[in-house]
């Protein structure tokens, strides 16, 4: 109890003295945020699709699109393109379908954004603004939700294309990202536990004051992020694409802007998990070696920076999404698998039982919420940590195709194998 | 014969996941920051260096007087294997043969430079030059003033005494 009293504690002092705006200033500013954050949003999306074009390139030690002025201008060449082209519709696609997708797999990735708090409440005349879109009670929850839906689009886009290849891109997103949710969620319990709450402000409120959770909680962070890979199918986990064997996978018979919509999806995906990690694990808009921002007063200059500090962790991890992409190769369909449910899964199970013993056990010994609180539970996770790297490093985790074979079995096919060599040789 | 499948026992011992992924991460950022190993040739304004035995489109050669070389004495549309050499010979009052028609399809062309080799003039050449774009097809026939015309440098015949080229 003395936990939960603490953390209360800690909102009230975050509370400013200011009551939030109400009536119809609320209206206008929220119509304000919502048309200024879409529009941040799909403009940076946009230049995010050159980043990734530079970045590969880079990597690849060459140059990247640097025709269209210098290369800025590509993003905008690319929607033209996108549009002037032709819309295809193949024959035996479910028409209604078929157009639906697309819009399916775009708005729940665009929309999971409006309650992620993106910066330092905004003193006015009229009151407090949040920054954040719609401040929901049940923030997480919410993110958790209607990031389940963007499936559907995939799976729809999938099986109304008419398209073997299409079909099984679908058919393995569903598989993939319904496995990783699952992890997902799971991860992000211990840092609700932590919080108290599922308001993303509270989150942020608590790690300002008990330390960032990517310190206290690296291994719910691991599975965090390596889920959230899976969920916006970036390689190494982008099997429902999967060039190589699927063409194009669930938008193999997609074209122009409808296409496009996939690409955005994407890209806006990889924003919003971005901003999730950001969120759930390195603070939010906080800014680093301070307190005074979490308190007040609060003033547009701190809002500002504060906005400033969330784009600079946002982009970080966008840079890491596009880092890990242009290095790591696909996993194959069972390691996917196997990863998900034999090793992501159970560890978050377990993470979770471990964090909540630790935080009883501090609650037992009567440590306050504060810098020994933070201090135990960060040499506990260090301690989590280098054994699980340990482990994971060898190998034993991600099976080779025969793992699962009895030895007996191998030994039969080694058999084969002599035995052909013998009789080709016999017949030479 | 019955299928053969290699079994290769799996290296456990030597297996790292962690430690092999943060050495790739390394590797790839190494290369994000190696400003000056792009290898990208920035075509239309930077061209890379082509082989001073290059055979591309046709040259004619010309005398000072700025007539062409050629004698119209039939070798090259003799040994051409593509038959792609048009050459209607004429003389003049005091007998020099010259070409009335000096024609070569570069469509045809196979870029073999017998042409050349063949030539006791010295007056036709396949060309060191590689941007040949045309609007028409008829672009592609080249006539003997085109062929004069040309102002690229032409190409170096393998030679036999020196046959790398030093």
Redesign the interface.
């Known amino acids: 109890m003395t936990f939960f009293s603490g953390v209360l504690a800690l909102l009230q002092a975050a509370d400013p003295n200011q009551p939030p705006v109400s009536g119809t200033p609320f209206f206008l500013f929220t119509i304000v945020k919502m048309i200024v954050v879409f529009t941040v949003y799909m403009i940076g999306v946009a230049l995010l699709t050159l980043a990734e074009r530079k970045i590969s390139a880079w990597i690849q030690d060459r140059h990247g699109p640097n025709r269209v002025g210098k290369g800025w201008g590509q993003p905008f060449a690319d929607g033209l393109k996108n549009i002037m082209k032709e819309e295809t519709m193949p024959a035996g696609v479910n028409k209604p379908l078929f157009v639906l997708a697309p819009i399916l797999s775009f708005i729940p990735a665009l929309t999971a954004w409006c309650v992620i708090p993106f910066g330092a409440p905004l003193p006015t005349r009229w009151g407090r603004i949040d920054m954040v879109v719609a401040d929901m009670p049940v923030g997480f929850l919410f993110i958790l939700a209607l990031t389940s839906l963007s499936v559907y689009g995939i799976v729809l886009a999938g099986w109304s294309s008419n398209n073997k290849y299409a079909l099984l891109g679908g058919l393995r997103s569903s598989a993939q990202m319904v496995s990783y949710e699952i992890s997902m969620g799971m991860a992000t319990i211990p840092v609700l536990l932590l919080a108290g709450n599922v308001s993303l402000n509270t989150i942020i409120n608590q790690q300002a004051w008990g330390g960032w959770n990517v310190v206290n909680l690296t291994v719910a962070f691991f599975i965090f992020m390596v889920a959230a890979f899976a969920e916006t199918n970036r390689l190494p986990f982008d099997l429902p694409e999967a060039e190589s064997e699927l063409i194009a996978g669930y938008h193999t018979e997609y074209s122009a802007m409808k296409f496009s919509l996939f690409f955005i999806s994407e890209y806006a995906s990889m924003v919003t998990a971005s901003a999730l990690m950001a969120t759930l694990f390195f603070g939010g808009w906080d800014v680093p070696f301070t307190s005074h921002d979490n308190i007040g007063p609060y003033s547009g200059w701190l809002t500002l920076l504060s906005i400033g500090i969330f784009l600079i962790k946002v982009l970080f991890f966008l840079f890491l999404f596009m880092w890990i992409r242009w290095t790591l190769p696909r996993f194959r369909y069972d390691q996917l698998m196997s990863l998900g449910w034999k090793f992501m899964l159970p560890l978050a199970l377990g993470y979770i039982i471990l964090i909540a013993a630790v935080m009883l056990g501090l609650s037992a010994a009567d440590i306050q919420p504060g810098r020994m609180y933070a201090t135990i539970l960060g040499s506990v996770n260090v301690a989590i940590v280098i054994i699980l790297f340990a482990i994971l490093d060898r190998g034993r985790i991600i099976s080779p195709a025969y793992g699962r074979m009895h030895p007996r079995e191998i030994e039969r096919m080694r058999q084969v194998t002599r035995r052909a060599q013998l009789a080709a040789e016999a017949n030479r | 014969?019955?299928?053969?499948?290699?079994?290769v026992e799996?290296p456990?011992d030597d297996?790292?996941?962690?430690?092999a992924?943060l050495r790739?991460?390394g590797?790839?950022?190494k290369?994000?920051?190696?400003v000056n190993?792009?290898?990208?040739v920035?075509y239309p304004e930077e061209k890379s260096p082509i082989s001073p035995r290059w055979r591309g489109t046709h040259r004619m050669l010309t005398t000072e007087t700025g007539k062409a070389k050629c004698v119209a004495c039939g070798l090259c549309p003799t040994v051409c294997p593509a038959n792609c050499i048009k050459l209607v010979p004429g003389e003049d009052e005091e007998g020099n043969r010259y070409p009335l028609v000096f024609e070569i399809d570069e469509f045809r062309c196979i870029f073999c430079g017998y042409c050349q080799e063949v030539c006791p003039e010295e007056a036709i050449h396949v060309g060191r030059h590689y941007e040949n774009s045309e609007y028409s097809r008829e672009g592609f026939v080249y006539d003997l003033q085109r062929l004069m015309d040309q102002s690229h440098p032409v190409c170096e015949m393998w030679d036999p005494e020196d046959p790398k080229g030093e």
Not at chain 2, 1 to 7: D, R
Not at chain 2, 37 to 40: A, G, K
């Open positions: 014969m019955s299928i053969s499948v290699k079994v799996r456990v297996v790292s996941y962690v430690r992924t790739g991460m590797s790839t950022l290369h994000l920051f190696a190993d792009r290898v990208t920035q």
